[in-house]
C-alpha cells in the first residue's frame, strides 16, 4: 500500500526534478519560474492520492499526468494575475509585474501547452478518458473565470449563479485531478466517478473557506492583507449570502432595512481610497455580516460540503485505511484540525 509519506516524498521529487525547454529563455524562464515558488500542490497531490487508493506503489503512467495537473493550474494563475493586474502572488513578484503583460501572455500560453504535452503521456489503454477530462476540465476553468469577471460588473448575482461559477473555476480542477488518479489506476467507473464527486464538493467548500480568510482570516496565516474582497467589492460566498438572507429577514420583520440589504449595498457603494476608509468599510460590512449571522452560516456551508464529500469517500467502500487518508486530505485542504 503507497503511504502518505511515499505521497509527500514523490510529490517532493517531482517538482524538483520537472524541467522545461532551455531556450528561449524569455520564454521558459516564467515557467521554472512559477512552479518554483511553490504552492500546496493540492491538485496532484490528490490525484496521487487517488491512484493510491487502487495501487499499492507509484509508476512513471501517473508522474507526468500528475504533473501536468499543477502546470496547468499555474497557467491559469499567471493569466488571472494579469487579469487581476497583481503585483504579488505567493509572497514575489508575478509573472506580468517581473516580466510584463506580453511575456505573461505567451509564457502562460505554453504552459497550458506544457500540460498537454505531459497529460499525454497517459498509458495509452486509459489515454482517450484521460484527454476528454482535461480537455473538458481546461475549458471549464475558462468559463468560470468569465463568469466572475463578468460577476464584477453586476450588482449582485444569485446563489445559483455563484456555486455554478466556483464550481467551474475551482470545484472541476480538483474533481478531475481525483478522477484522473483513479482512471490512470485503472478504477472501475463507479469509483473514478465517486472520487469525481469527492473533489468537486472539496473544491467548492475549498473556494468558499478562502472567501471566509479573506474576511475573518489571521492575515499572518493566510497571507495577505483582511478584507481585500469586501474593498473591491467581489462577489464571495458571504455577500452572496448576505444580500439574500437579508432580503429574507427584513420580509419576515425580523430586521430592520438599517441592518439589512439596503445597508449593506450602500456599504459597498462607500469609499475606500486610503487605509482609513478601507478599515471602516470592512468594518461596516463585517458587522452588517454578524448581524444577519453570515459569519455562522459560512461555517455551516463548509462543514456540510466536507461531509457531502466523505460521503462519497465512505461509498467507495475502499477499507478504513484508505477511508482516513482521504479524510486526512479533505482536513488538510479546508484547514482543519482533527
Known amino acids: ?64 499526468p500528475a504533473a501536468a495537473l499543477e502546470v496547468f493550474h499555474s497557467f491559469t494563475l499567471i493569466h488571472d494575475d494579469i487579469m487581476d493586474n497583481s503585483d504579488m502572488r505567493r509572497g514575489v513578484q508575478t509573472v506580468c509585474r517581473k516580466w510584463g503583460v506580453n511575456t505573461a501572455i505567451i509564457s502562460g500560453d505554453v504552459m497550458s501547452i506544457d500540460s498537454y504535452r505531459r497529460i499525454a503521456k497517459a498509458p495509452s489503454e486509459v489515454l482517450p478518458s484521460v484527454m476528454e477530462l482535461f480537455t473538458a476540465t481546461a475549458a471549464q476553468v475558462c468559463e468560470g473565470q468569465q463568469y466572475d469577471m463578468e460577476f464584477e460588473n453586476a450588482k449582485e448575482v444569485s446563489m445559483d449563479s455563484y456555486m455554478k461559477m466556483i464550481g467551474l473555476k475551482t470545484a472541476v480542477l480538483l474533481a478531475c485531478s481525483a478522477k484522473l488518479g483513479a482512471l490512470i489506476a485503472g478504477a472501475d467507473e463507479r469509483s473514478c466517478d465517486l472520487l469525481y464527486k469527492f473533489g468537486y464538493d472539496l473544491g467548492l467548500a475549498f473556494q468558499i473557506t478562502d472567501d471566509y480568510l479573506d474576511t475573518y482570516g489571521d492575515p499572518a496565516v493566510f497571507g495577505k492583507k483582511i478584507g481585500g474582497d469586501i474593498i473591491n467589492n467581489k462577489k464571495t460566498w458571504l455577500l452572496t449570502r448576505a444580500l439574500e438572507k437579508g432580503r429574507e429577514m427584513e420580509k419576515s420583520g425580523v430586521i430592520g432595512q438599517a441592518h439589512g440589504t439596503a445597508a449593506l449595498l450602500r456599504a459597498m457603494e462607500e469609499k475606500a481610497e486610503n487605509e482609513a476608509e478601507k478599515t471602516a468599510k470592512i468594518n461596516k460590512v463585517k458587522e452588517i455580516y454578524e448581524t444577519l449571522g453570515i459569519d455562522e452560516d459560512v461555517k455551516y456551508e463548509i462543514i456540510k460540503l466536507h461531509a457531502q464529500a466523505m460521503n462519497y469517500a465512505g461509498l467507495l467502500g475502499l477499507g478504513r485505511v484508505r477511508y482516513e487518508m482521504l479524510h486526512r486530505y479533505a482536513d488538510r485542504l479546508l484547514g482543519r484540525n482533527k
Open 1 to 64: 500500500m503507497i503511504s502518505e509519506n511515499q505521497i509527500e516524498e514523490t510529490l517532493k521529487s517531482l517538482f524538483e526534478n520537472i524541467s522545461f525547454s532551455a531556450e528561449p529563455e524569455g520564454l521558459y524562464d516564467p515557467l521554472r519560474y512559477m512552479i518554483g515558488i511553490g504552492g500546496k500542490r493540492v491538485r496532484p497531490r490528490l490525484c496521487l492520492l487517488a491512484y493510491s487508493m487502487f495501487r499499492d506503489s507509484f509508476d512513471e503512467k501517473i508522474l507526468e
